[in-house]
């Protein structure tokens, strides 16, 4: 290796960084994800755009003869085919990022979170992954006419999900609750089938391109076996970063003595914070374990996700935060997104790609929205949550683009190019089409509890006459006083005693309806407004009036959990979905007059007499 080389090396990394970055930073002020500009970015220094340049010189002899083009010209006769090799050689970080990518997959996967999960969220995971794989897979066999393995491999491909732009949208309207986090279980679950299931393909294709007949016994003893000494790697590298990373107590710090011992043996305690260290330790036992299982022809996102799983419940999940550090990770993203956008084979570009790529987001967007809707209605969930989930599990990014290129590299020839030439385009299709569902789908959940917040907030602000005996018509029935009985009540008995009483006096039409607008609410947020009070409210399509019906309890009921908060005296208010001021203004007057004192005879103090 020669000086030259070396400086191209540097070149070419500096390109792909300062490219990369400024193609992120122009798309963001564009608002059309960074991502997409970090990859249009790594096109523009990108070999095979350059090679496109290359052809167009060679066809305008009148242009390249310019003497200001001399340099370039001398470029592509010198030093193409190096800077080419460079860039190839490359790839290898794609592969440890995205090990490092499962490996992170197995914090999700800590038995605690996999029971919050619970059946229904599991349900609707399964049936998108596999309406998605089963639609992908027969449209590129039977109508695209591909190999049953490039249309099984695009089929798995098409399972993963990229969900860092909707959850970052979700921030910006601080968007928490039941949606955020049904999405969230549904995505992690999403990703760890699609990784199981298209490790499997792949170790398929591997199989029939070294001309192994594929049976159904092979399936199950050669690739089982395969499956089997993926997860021992991954216990072993679970092991090793158990022993590396150790466990300190609380009760024995690190006193300033312990300032020589070695690196290993003072990196964590039993909570660590994130550090580089430990970031670094992770990096390195990934990069050997998986290479060593690329080697031996085994999944090697098997093994990462199973000592992710091994370490997020065996030793500690918070090691997982080391993966976050906000001054490193952003250096990994750019770089992988920068090298994806470099390897995209431009100039084999053609119309029958084109077809491919338009033909691949119309079917894996037609399954994925299709097969989260039947999950969501199947599973009785809300439906809000139903028109929005489908649209929030479409943005496909980061897992599928790496695999992508595995695949390119692992099949190699004209099959690996199909899917390469297929997949990517589509990605920064759907990085689009998904930023932009993603926001409108939460701007309209969103509508719905819009206001809340601030109508309570004003309470202090004065009402106009004419408004009071509005909102007191709003208030038909007494406050009743719920009877006293042992045990006590739940706060889940009190809702369904209010609804209970509104539906039997015909002032809801649709009990269940309501029941769960009601509790999706609750999920949300907090609604206790002042110490011992709730005021449980939603707006429903089951009611044509709005009405506010309250209950005194016979001892404290436990509301929230966290922050703990016992509430005596309820007011649940209902009003219809087409009169949203309705409903903000009753929030504002109960909540006026009950931190005024006007509803006195209502106090917390009262509601046990």
Not at 49 to 74: C, D, E, Q, Y
Not at 282 to 296: F, K, P, Q, Y
């Amino acid at each position: 290796m020669n000086l030259s080389h070396i400086a191209m090396q540097i070149l070419e990394l500096g390109l792909l960084v300062l490219a990369s970055y400024f193609g992120g930073r122009l798309a963001r002020k564009m608002r059309i994800g960074e991502v997409i500009g970090q990859i249009l970015g790594g096109i523009l220094i990108g070999p095979h755009f350059l090679l496109l340049v290359n052809r167009w010189l060679t066809s305008h002899p009148a242009i390249a003869g310019l003497k200001v083009m001399h340099p370039l010209s001398a470029f592509f006769e010198t030093r193409f085919e190096d800077y080419m090799g460079i860039m190839e050689g490359m790839h290898f970080f794609v592969f440890l990022f995205l090990g490092i990518v499962a490996f992170s997959l197995g914090e999700e996967l800590h038995w605690n979170r996999l029971k919050q999960v619970g059946f229904k969220a599991s349900l609707i995971c399964l049936l998108q992954a596999f309406t998605t794989w089963f639609a992908l897979t027969m449209v590129f066999r039977f109508i695209f006419h591909t190999s049953w393995i490039v249309a099984l491999l695009i089929g798995s491909i098409g399972i993963a999900t990229a969900p860092a732009l909707t959850f970052i949208l979700m921030s910006k309207y601080k968007v928490e609750g039941q949606l955020k986090n049904i999405l969230a279980n549904i995505v992690v679950l999403d990703d760890v089938i699609e990784v199981i299931v298209f490790s499997i393909t792949l170790s398929v294709a591997v199989a029939m391109k070294s001309g192994i007949h594929i049976s159904v016994q092979h399936i199950i003893t050669d690739l089982g076996l395969e499956i089997g000494l993926a997860i021992l790697l991954g216990f072993l590298l679970y092991l090793f970063l158990r022993f590396a990373i150790r466990s300190y107590t609380h009760e024995h710090p690190l006193s300033d003595d312990d300032s020589d011992e070695s690196l290993l043996s003072t990196v964590l305690s039993d909570h660590p914070t994130p550090s580089v260290e430990i970031f670094l330790i992770i990096i390195g036992a990934v990069a050997v374990i998986i290479a060593l299982a690329m080697n031996l022809d085994l999944p090697f996102l098997v093994v990462a996700v199973v000592a992710g799983i091994f370490v997020a419940n065996f030793h500690t999940n918070a090691l997982f935060d080391s993966l976050k550090l906000k001054d490193v990770m952003p250096v990994f993203n750019l770089l992988f997104f920068g090298i994806i956008g470099a390897s995209v084979q431009i100039e084999t570009f053609s119309f029958e790609t084109v077809f491919f790529v338009l033909g691949y987001f119309v079917i894996r967007t037609i399954a994925k929205l299709a097969g989260n809707w039947i999950g969501c209605r199947i599973t009785g969930q809300d439906p809000k949550i139903t028109a929005s989930i489908p649209k929030l599990m479409l943005p496909q990014a980061g897992m599928a683009a790496v695999e992508t290129i595995l695949v390119a590299r692992t099949l190699g020839g004209a099959d690996g190019e199909l899917i390469f030439n297929t997949i990517v385009p589509a990605l920064v299709i759907f990085e689009l089409v998904g930023a932009y569902l993603s926001e409108q789908t939460l701007i309209k959940w969103k509508e719905w509890v819009i206001g809340e917040k601030e109508a309570i907030q004003s309470a202090g602000i004065s009402i106009q006459s004419g408004d009071e005996s509005a909102i007191h018509e709003m208030m038909p029935l007494p406050v009743m006083t719920l009877e006293e009985r042992d045990g006590g009540y739940s706060k889940t008995e009190v809702i369904e005693h209010l609804l209970d009483t509104l539906f039997e006096r015909r002032y809801i039409t649709d009990r269940e309806y309501t029941r769960n607008a009601i509790f999706e609410r609750e999920q949300l947020g907090s609604t206790v407004l002042i110490d011992q009070v709730a005021l449980p409210h939603c707006r429903s399509e089951a009611i044509d009036e709005p009405v506010i019906i309250g209950c005194r309890l016979p001892s404290p009921v436990l509301w929230n959990i966290k922050p703990d908060k016992k509430v005596k005296l309820v007011f649940m208010i209902i009003s219809p979905k087409q009169k949203p001021e309705d409903h903000l203004r009753a929030l504002q007057w109960l909540a006026r007059a009950l931190s005024s004192g006007e509803l006195s005879h209502l106090s917390v103090d009262s509601a046990t007499t």
